[in-house]
């Protein structure tokens, strides 16, 4: 019985608020976490601390994707059930999430003292490690997960991924197998199957795994645009158009459908269409790397030295990271004269992790158009070092050799030159020319030199 009118009207208020989290869980378990997040927010408005909507509404938040703001409401939650283990490890999932890695850690171990045969906090730090890069201690906590239950497919998902991340593929296809076995409608699983044999060299199966992950997401766009990238790679470029002009009729601003659709007409020598797939992909996002280096490219065939400079400008701002993509830029810079933008190009590339010898190559060519013949020389003789045996690079050093008139080693790198390719064109004749044009040098500073001796003894005379 209530005792008063404000009894009454706080029932009233707590029925309604309620009502509007039964109605929210609905709304959620249709897929409309929008609304279901309004709902929730409405009964927390009523003014009733209860934690279990505070949680509610961060598993709301975790289906929109918005996981800073989901903590705040775990973290609430926690207030009013501060030793609520599946409250502590989506907490931790989501420190996970935003890169707070120590703090997951710390939430997870929370978990384990609190109850150490949860799994899931076993589980949930495979991802944390695997983010850290401490692998060791990822495959270490997936061994005590499955002490516990070794039939969680989602521990053979995440160690999957793991050893992916490490380039263990036969390992990664495995756990994923397995994942699988134990749950056939895993989330991407196909999807992740059909990357791992893709970039291990299964190309059938990658394709039977992408087209069953397809059917079962027919409209990802992510899947699609994989898949697209993989007939391509595979030369099948017609079923790659199709999937790229799939992917722009579910969303036709989607700009990497636009570039890699360009990639499909380039491939196939139809230019102009290609152009206008570049030129689409930078309308629906200015940002994208890729479209105005290859507009750059087209444009430098058809010697359009302007529209290639301006291009390669905006394209170099964007900070490109694909070495090959870079030298290319290097080498179009330099044909249109443009030293210091080839320089910074070939830098670039210097800075990548794959450190090549056409960086150090392309940087040499560009100080000795500088005439910095010594720093040239430099940078040819680190090309030389990483790639001893192509003939391009003794040669360029002989060149530079002797524009520093150090004969022996124009001497030495013709030599070389010839070893590695003694009868093949044009290094041969190239060999022939700078060897002539060095003796002649060398005459001509032999007749000079004498001929100053000469004027100075009559000078003395």
């Given at each position: 019985m209530l005792d008063s009118q404000d009894d009454f009207e706080f029932t009233h208020e707590w029925d309604q608020a309620e009502q509007m989290v039964i109605e929210a869980f609905e709304l959620y378990e249709n897929g409309q976490m929008t609304e279901a997040l309004e709902k929730l927010d409405s009964a927390i408005q009523q003014g009733t601390e209860h934690g279990e909507w505070y949680f509610n509404t961060g598993l709301t938040l975790d289906s929109l994707e918005q996981y800073e703001k989901a903590i705040e409401f775990y973290e609430k939650a926690l207030e009013c059930m501060p030793d609520d283990i599946e409250v502590i490890n989506c907490l931790g999932?989501?420190?996970?999430?935003?890169?707070?890695?120590?703090?997951?850690?710390?939430?997870?171990?929370?978990?384990?003292?609190?109850?150490?045969?949860?799994?899931?906090?076993?589980?949930?730090r495979i991802i944390t490690y695997t983010e850290?890069?401490?692998?060791?201690?990822?495959?270490?906590?997936?061994?005590?997960?499955?002490?516990?239950?070794?039939?969680c497919p989602l521990c053979y998902y995440?160690?999957?991924?793991?050893l992916f991340t490490q380039s263990e593929y036969d390992r990664a296809i495995?756990?994923?197998?397995?994942c699988a076995e134990l749950e056939p409608n895993h989330p991407q699983i196909h999807y992740r199957l059909a990357q791992a044999c893709w970039i291990s060299g299964q190309g059938k199966r990658a394709r039977e795994e992408f087209l069953l992950e397809l059917r079962k997401n027919p409209m990802n766009l992510e899947i699609l645009l994989d898949f697209g990238l993989f007939l391509l790679e595979s030369?099948?470029?017609?079923?790659?158009?199709e999937k790229f002009n799939r992917i722009l009729e579910f969303d036709e601003t989607f700009a990497p459908a636009h570039f890699y659709l360009g990639e499909v007409f380039r491939l196939q020598q139809d230019f102009n269409r290609a152009s206008r797939c570049y030129a689409n992909a930078i309308k629906c996002d200015e940002k994208l790397v890729g479209p105005r280096f290859r507009l750059a490219e087209i444009e430098f065939s058809e010697g359009n030295t302007i529209d290639v400079i301006q291009l390669l400008h905006k394209e170099f701002q964007l900070g490109v990271?694909?070495?090959?993509?870079?030298?290319?830029?290097?080498?179009?810079?330099l044909h249109a004269g443009r030293l210091t933008d080839a320089s910074n190009c070939f830098m670039q590339a210097?800075?990548?992790?794959?450190?090549?010898?056409?960086?150090?190559?392309?940087?040499?060519?560009?100080?000795?158009?500088?005439?910095?013949?010594e720093g040239a020389l430099e940078c040819?003789?680190?090309?030389?070092?990483?790639?001893?045996?192509r003939p391009e690079l003794r040669l360029c050093a002989g060149w530079l050799n002797y524009k520093l008139q150090r004969w022996n080693e124009v001497e030495e790198n013709i030599g070389k030159c010839r070893q590695i390719h003694p009868t093949q064109e044009p290094y041969r004749s190239r060999c022939r020319q700078l060897l002539r044009a060095m003796r002649c040098k060398k005459l001509l500073l032999y007749c000079q030199k004498w001929y100053e001796r000469k004027i100075k003894k009559s000078t003395a005379a």
């Open positions: 999932v989501n420190y996970t999430r935003t890169a707070q890695y120590d703090l997951a850690l710390a939430t997870f171990e929370r978990v384990e003292r609190l109850d150490p045969a949860f799994e899931p906090c076993y589980c949930n850290m890069e401490q692998y060791d201690k990822a495959e270490q906590m997936f061994y005590m997960a499955q002490q516990i239950n070794p039939d995440n160690i999957g991924n793991s495995w756990c994923w197998e397995k030369g099948d470029l017609e079923s790659a158009r990271g694909d070495i090959d993509v870079l030298l290319a830029m290097g080498w179009m810079f210097l800075n990548e992790v794959e450190v090549s010898y056409e960086a150090f190559f392309g940087l040499g060519m560009s100080l000795a158009v500088h005439e910095d013949h040819i003789e680190q090309a030389i070092a990483l790639a001893p045996n």
